[in-house]
């Protein structure tokens, strides 16, 4: 069952080409723990290929994993890796991931979550995702790690008063073929978005992006980019939100 998630996400990477929308949303607790989930709605992608793949005799998937249990059972190939790709994988062990796809009713939704214990030590979710996809490279299932790059690095910071989603740009060496690469990625997801909605233990006094919406019991502050944002102004996707005394 969980090559058959791993095949299920290799499809759903190799095939978006129309809208779906990935969700970055967190919750805080009062003494500054929480929980942190990404999910991607790929129903978009089901509305067009799911009576083809029902026709191809593909089932529904329902199911849910850790990767605490699938890294374990992998040791040995893994201890092969080189120690960059090991540390990369091990960063998802703390997650557990569900799936739902499903031909018939075409939806396609993929969650991964996770608790954590302080906000700095929240990950770029869009890096882990890329780290999850290149576990899809050793499955032999198609690989599109390259998506996930953007040349930014990503960092959360709460202390009660403030909360924090840094972005900074880091340089790295391009390889001959990224602008090509980097194109056809935008061209890919034009149509998608990326949300992040993140819900707080205090009432939000003001938040540095004047598009953000705050819900009406003023804990939960919810933005909405176009997914080529990622691409082209990463730091833009960068907030602060501060609270009421």
């Known amino acids: 069952m969980k090559q058959g998630l791993l095949w299920a996400l290799g499809l759903m990477m190799a095939f978006f080409t129309t809208s779906c929308t990935f969700s ?3 919750v805080i607790n009062e003494n500054g723990s929480g929980k942190v ?13 799911g009576d083809k793949m029902a026709e191809e005799g593909e089932k529904r998937i ?16 893994i201890a092969k ?10 960063s998802l062990e703390r997650f557990t991931v569900k799936m739902l796809m499903d031909p018939a009713s075409k939806e396609m939704v993929i969650n991964m979550f996770a ?4 906000a700095d030590k929240l990950q770029d979710m869009m890096n882990l995702f890329g780290n999850l996809n290149s576990m899809n ?14 040349g930014s690095e990503v960092s959360y910071a ?13 340089e790295k060496p391009k390889k001959k073929d990224d602008e090509g690469d980097e194109e056809m990625y935008k061209a890919m997801f034009g149509e998608s978005n990326y949300q992040l909605n993140y819900t707080f233990p205090k009432k939000v006094k003001k938040v540095s992006n004047k598009n953000a919406v705050i819900s009406a019991d003023k804990k939960t502050v919810t933005l909405t ?14 907030i602060e939100v501060e609270f009421e005394k």
């Open 24 to 26: 970055e949303t967190i």
């Open 37 to 49: 989930s990404f999910d991607i709605d790929g129903s978009g992608l089901m509305a067009m290929a």
């Open 62 to 77: 329902d199911s849910s994993f850790t990767f605490k249990e699938m890294l374990a059972e992998k040791a040995d190939s």
């Open 81 to 90: 890796l080189p120690k960059e790709e090991q540390t990369r994988l091990k």
């Open 115 to 118: 608790d954590f214990d302080k």
């Open 137 to 150: 490279k050793k499955a032999g299932q198609p690989d599109m790690g390259g998506l996930f790059q953007n």
């Open 158 to 170: 709460y202390d009660g008063k403030k909360f924090s989603r840094k972005v900074k740009i880091v």
């Open 225 to 238: 980019y176009p997914l080529n944002e990622f691409f082209d102004n990463p730091k833009a996707m960068a």
